[in-house]
């Protein structure tokens, strides 16, 4: 069963910027690691201070992999360092989703 990470960001709306930058790392870095990204959305319209990403794994046990992976890739240490000191997520929230078929 195919498990998909629902990643809900809430971002300081005038550091949008940093956080596409992030985003963008995460598209190399994740699957380097293990996952697959689905994709990263950004605010449009509306809401401007809520983003989204959605990463998939065969399993919950492929995702714990994946985390003690991505806790020793130099990128990915670097892409969340760079998040903590630029600020630019206020809030994360994750929701661990499988898909009805």
Partial sequence: MT??????????????????????????????????VVGYWMPHEGTDNIAYGL?????????EAYRARLKVDGEG????????KERFIVCEERAFLRQVI
């Fill in 3 to 36: 498990i998909t990470v629902f990643i809900r960001y809430q971002l300081d709306p005038y550091k949008r910027d940093g956080f596409e930058a992030y985003a963008r790392n995460w598209l190399s870095i994740i699957p380097k690691c293990g996952g697959e």
């Fill in 55 to 63: 990463i998939s794994f065969p399993s919950l046990a492929a995702y």
């Fill in 77 to 84: 240490a670097a892409n969340f360092a760079t998040a903590q």
